[in-house]
T-cell receptor, first 114, second 115 residues
Framework: QKEVEQDPGPLSVPEGAIVSLNCTYSNSAFQYFMWYRQYSRKGPELLMYTYSSGNKEDGRFTAQVDKSSKYISLFIRDSQPSDSATYLCAMSAGYGGATNKLIFGTGTLLAVQP | DTAVSQTPKYLVTQMGNDKSIKCEQNLGHDTMYWYKQDSKKFLKIMFSYNNKELIINETVPNRFSPKSPDKAHLNLHINSLELGDSAVYFC??????????????FGEGSWLTVV
């Protein structure tokens, strides 16, 4: 079993829809949770970062962490065709330090249809 | 102005060959990484360097040898290439380390195909 599980999709939604992307994890030591967006033929870029449990909002994007369920989510409101990309969750146990490993999910491919 | 640049972007080579991928970051970061992304989009760390010193080596075959001549450069040399080495290799950098929330900046990737 992988440490981080993510539904690979693809997920296809109409423009304007609310999108929910999710990851589950098994390591209860994880405290730092990130979402990366990766466009086709590009490198991943950090979208959202949260520490421990709770919600964080940034524009149309909301990240949620439920440590008790070992479950994290990314919500995209009013989805746009430009949101079409692969979304990767990532998480780690510690703060900083080059020895601290970031564990990625396999990514969910999202397609927003105009 | 590209923050993390890696070359070549595409590389097709035969089994058994030796090849190198070069990476440079102009962000002044202390930590650099090599990640491998397989055909299923699974992204996994291979190596991390901090100020030219190897910090993480994730049970990668010793055919893979990273080299950091200075903290702005981290190159990856691969000997005796195998079919299973076909993947996208990403160079990345950050300031404090992976888990800090300090942004990890990725290069655009090097698509390696071994035939």
């Amino acid at each position: 079993q992988k440490e981080v599980e993510q539904d690979p999709g693809p997920l296809s939604v109409p423009e304007g829809a609310i999108v929910s992307l999710n990851c589950t994890y098994s390591n209860s030591a994880f405290q730092y949770f990130m979402w990366y967006r990766q466009y086709s033929r590009k490198g991943p870029e950090l979208l959202m970062y949260t520490y421990s449990s709770g919600n964080k909002e940034d524009g149309r994007f909301t990240a949620q962490v439920d440590k008790s369920s070992k479950y994290i989510s990314l919500f995209i409101r009013d989805s746009q065709p430009s949101d079409s990309a692969t979304y990767l969750c990532a998480m780690s146990a510690g703060y900083g330090g080059a020895t601290n490993k970031l564990i990625f999910g396999t990514g969910t491919l999202l397609a927003v249809q105009p | 102005d590209t923050a993390v640049s890696q070359t070549p972007k595409y590389l097709v080579t035969q089994m058994g060959n030796d090849k190198s991928i070069k990476c440079e970051q102009n962000l002044g970061h202390d930590t650099m990484y090599w990640y491998k992304q397989d055909s299923k989009k699974f992204l996994k760390i291979m190596f991390s360097y901090n100020n030219k010193e190897l910090i993480i080596n994730e049970t990668v075959p010793n055919r893979f040898s990273p080299k950091s001549p200075d903290k702005a450069h981290l190159n990856l040399h691969i000997n005796s290439l195998e079919l299973g080495d076909s993947a996208v290799y990403f160079c990345a950098s950050s300031q404090l380390g992976q888990g800090s929330g300090n942004t990890i900046y990725f290069g655009e990737g090097s698509w390696l195909t071994v035939v």
